[in-house]
């Protein structure tokens, strides 16, 4: 009997399988997924506030959100990789595609089954709000794969900050209030604008740090167009108009200061500005990453918290 001692430790199938699922959670990028859920969050408290909230519907649109943000990070890294937008000595957080943990083929068929997934559970949506959610469904998942590829990539061209704040905002809340609710509301586009605004600063702060990476593989965002100058007035008037703006209008337009919470945040849009002018290393830009990412969450939870109280 030829035993070898060592053949468990060379080859552990626990282990590999692990390391797979470690790769894939790695791709999903976990940090970013409370962006999905935050327009879901905002949107289902305006339906409380008013008596309209379907638990149902609510827990539909979690779930849409949530694979559609996947499915882009999916696209992204694949994207990004074929592209050379990413490689492995990228500053920004390890891409499993670059990194070398997941083939890129097989990034794509992930990509592809995610987003009809999505698609599929995005269907179940048209039962509460009709037949034009099937052209939202269908624009969400284009737009998805669209981001970084297709013909007209719109990350590429700097047109991604557009459909942060389009999808993660103003689309994400309102529409998840309206297949609640049955009708649209003022105040949830002008939160679904506040979210997006904030949300947004998260890319912001991506294509702030791979500037110099982005204008060498032609990703043509709007900081390599107008320079980090401009990055850093767009990151601070978003964070004003979405903590300080917004709030104002709504506290008009809803009646009552309860959504006057989200300018409780205002001294970390001033500090984390000025952390973002000087930002040098790899360390200090995940860092903002995270933290403006935080101030998404919280900008959420607060907004939401100022509906149900009003």
């Not at 408290?45 to 849409?64: D, K, N, Q, W």
């Not at 949830?188 to 204008?215: H, P, Q």
């Not at 060498?216 to 601070?236: H, N």
Request: aromatic share 12%; hydrophobic share 55%.
């Amino acid at each position: 009997m030829n035993f070898d001692p060592y053949l468990s430790k060379r080859f552990n199938p626990q282990t590999e399988i692990q390391q797979a699922l470690a790769n894939w959670f790695l791709a999903c990028r976990p940090k970013t997924l409370p962006a999905a859920i935050i327009p879901v969050v905002v949107g289902s408290a305006i339906a409380v506030s008013e008596g309209t909230f379907r638990l149902v519907p609510a827990m539909i649109c979690c779930v849409f959100a949530l694979l559609v943000q996947i499915g882009t990070n999916f696209a992204n890294d694949y994207f990004d990789y074929v592209k050379g937008a990413d490689t492995a000595q990228r500053m920004g957080p390890t891409r499993a595609v670059a990194a070398g943990f997941i083939d890129p083929t097989v990034m794509w068929k992930a990509t592809i089954v995610v987003l009809t997934l999505a698609f599929l559970i995005g269907l179940l949506l048209i039962a509460y709000g009709g037949m034009s959610l099937l052209l939202v469904g269908v624009a969400s998942v284009i737009c998805a794969v669209a981001y970084t590829g297709g013909p007209y990539p719109l990350g590429y061209n700097g047109l991604g900050d557009i459909f942060v704040v389009l999808f993660f905002g103003l689309i994400g809340v309102a529409f998840t209030h309206y297949v609640q609710a049955g009708h649209f509301l003022f105040e949830s586009f002008a939160g679904g604008l506040g979210c997006g605004l904030i949300i947004n600063n998260i890319l912001v702060v991506n294509n702030y740090r791979d500037v110099a990476s982005d204008r060498r593989a032609g990703k043509r965002t709007l900081v390599v167009r107008f320079g980090r100058r401009v990055a850093l007035f767009q990151y601070l008037g978003s964070f004003f108009v979405a903590v300080v703006g917004i709030p104002l209008i709504l506290a008009i337009t809803w009646g009552g200061w309860g959504v006057l919470l989200p300018a409780l945040l205002t001294p970390f849009g001033l500090v984390m500005v000025v952390k973002l002018q000087g930002a040098t290393t790899a360390a200090e830009f995940n860092r903002l990453l995270e933290q403006t990412a935080q101030c998404a969450v919280g900008y959420g939870l607060l907004l939401a918290i100022g509906f149900l109280l009003t």
